[in-house]
């Protein structure tokens, strides 16, 4: 949490670091209008180049050859550790499989390890302690400590979790917002509306000003509302034995928190079904924060990376509406709001849209 605070996550610099990433997507959306773009497969590179760019210090050109393994190897593994695979509840099951999916998954994990370690050993060459530039700078600042709390095997897959969480979560939430904008048009001409009222197009959006956009805000919650990318949210565990309800919870239990039963929940939200952002302002017309909105989980230990994922949630998106008509690929195109559930994520079912400069 130290590092990404250091690294500019909630200042000016992580929103230099996600610019960078915007002005290439605008450049290449300007050079592909009215082409069909899959979402599934343009976004995680699009929210990976963000976190590549913290650990890293750099972003990847979109068709890297390495850049696109990673990503595929991140695909593969997350599909293969989804919760609800029979496998990973009954091992007995890969006896009767034709591939053995699961060994695949660990030889892919250990690629993408193998991959990180050329990379440790190549920053080492220029490595200076008193200029730390990213990630992997603090890695190497760390390595060999002996006093050190943290041991290098704990950095070293916390690079592969922030490499895992950072792409999945955001390039998921990216999806859904671009499915809702072309599922529900007269909203996506409302936020164009706000933005170019309170912005114009000269500049690209920036984080201050979220309290100008109340709309936008407030479409933003909704769609991570209906559409609740992480529903087991982050896995929490007890520290001792507690009591719920009268039923024994055992020390070291692992909590996973069903947060589409709060996101759905018809007591809190009237009528929790239905696309209506209205429903985070006020009669004023302001942005009104609902404490049951909880999209990173709940209580203290939420997701290490929700300002991040916030950050660039905001400004992709206004600065795609601000710049773009997102149009549906074909006009009678059906748009399924029905999600399939991964490792920890609920993704979209693959579409295509296309980006045309706004008239």
Known sequence: MVALKDFGVGSKSIEERIHEETRYLLDFFSKKQNSLIDA?????????????????????????????????????????NSPFRPDNFFPILEVFSTTNQRQAAVER???????????????????????????????????GKQDSKISENYLFLTILDMYFAGTDTTS?????????MLKFPDVQLKCRAEILEAIGDSRLPQLSDREDLSYVNATLHEIQRIATTTPMAVPHATLEDIYIEGKLIPKKSVLLCDLMSIHLDPTVWNEP??????????????FLKRETFCPFSLGPRQCVGKHLGEAELFLFFTSLLQRFDLIKAYPDQTLS????????????????MKFTIRS
């Open 337 to 352: 709001t029905e999600g399939t559930q991964t490792f920890v994520t609920l993704e979209p079912r693959p579409f295509e």
């Open 273 to 286: 079904e239905m696309f209506h952002p209205e429903r985070f302002l006020d009669d004023k017309g302001h």
């Open 172 to 180: 998921v939430a990216l999806q859904w917002c671009m499915l809702y």
């Open 109 to 143: 994990f250990d690629e993408m390890k193998e991959y990180i370690r050329r990379r440790i050993d190549k920053q080492r060459q220029t490595f200076d302690p008193c200029v730390i530039r990213n990630f992997l700078d603090l890695y190497l600042a760390q390595e």
């Open 40 to 80: 599934s497969k343009l976004f995680p590179k699009v929210a990976s180049n963000v976190v590549s760019n913290v650990i890293f210090g750099e972003r990847f050109d979109h068709e890297d050859p390495d850049f696109i393994r990673l990503l595929e190897n991140v695909q593969f593994v997350i599909e293969q």
